[in-house]
T-cell receptor, first 114, second 111 residues
Framework: DSGVTQTPKHLITATGQRVTLRCSPR?????VYWYQQSLDQGLQFLIQ???????AKGNILERFSAQQFPDLHSELNLSSLELGDSALYFC?????????????FGPGTRLTVL | DAKTTQPTSMDCAEGRAANLPCNHS???????VYWYRQIHSQGPQYIIH???NNETNEMASLIITEDRKSSTLILPHATLRDTAVYYC????????????FGTGTRLTVIP
């Protein structure tokens, strides 16, 4: 158990819909990362937040957005869903301070778009 | 953007040492070598990291060559639960430190 929690575990929805994935980081971790893992693309970095501020952006589509709240939990919003958005979405957290910078991953949310 | 090269797959007998190689010939002076593993669709798990010295923890050892162009992850006594995809990643510590996961090595531990 990494200490990172993600909800829901599974999500099934239809094309064109909008969903929100939630992540709670480990206690004390200020940074949250979102990754997407699809069969044909492997694990891809989407976006990072640090203490409520966006820190870095990766291959995140404009239809996707994220935020980190004052209590440090984060949400990833996916809109206008397409079949190709079906994937595992992982959240990770890290302290991102000093020498402690390893990322700890949650169990993931499996999104299926029908 | 792959900065590392790993074999696609490897087998290892249970109880033996598993040695997983990684080439990172373009590594810069401020980049660390990280190893993560992913067991069948679970979240990736941090294993170990290093800059230039060899490192050991309760999970594994990391051997980095003197020129830092390659490294080897060693699982000293592989068990069936070590069957996973192992990712070797180079990344600058601090800052954004986003991890680029390549295709990794699929390690199968055989009974």
């Amino acid at each position: 158990d990494s200490g990172v929690t993600q909800t829901p575990k599974h999500l099934i929805t239809a094309t064109g819909q909008r969903v929100t994935l939630r992540c709670s980081p480990r206690s004390g971790d200020l940074s949250v990362y979102w990754y997407q893992q699809s069969l044909d693309q492997g694990l891809q970095f989407l976006i990072q937040y640090y203490n409520g501020e966006e820190r870095a952006k990766g291959n995140i589509l404009e239809r996707f957005s994220a935020q980190q709240f004052p209590d440090l939990h984060s949400e990833l919003n996916l809109s206008s869903l397409e079949l190709g958005d079906s994937a595992l979405y992982f959240c990770a957290s890290s302290v991102l301070a000093g020498k402690r910078n390893e990322q700890f991953f949650g169990p993931g949310t499996r999104l299926t778009v029908l | 953007d792959a900065k590392t090269t790993q074999p696609t797959s490897m087998d290892c007998a249970e109880g033996r040492a598993a040695n997983l190689p990684c080439n990172h010939s373009t590594i810069s002076g401020n980049e660390y070598v990280y190893w993560y593993r992913q067991i069948h669709s679970q979240g990736p798990q941090y294993i170990i990291h290093g800059l230039k010295n060899n490192e050991t923890n309760e999970m594994a050892s990391l051997i980095i060559t003197e020129d830092r162009k390659s490294s080897t992850l060693i699982l000293p006594h592989a068990t069936l639960r070590d069957t996973a995809v192992y990712y070797c990643i180079v990344s600058v510590r601090g800052g954004a430190n986003n991890l680029f996961f390549g295709t990794g090595t699929r390690l199968t531990v055989i009974p």
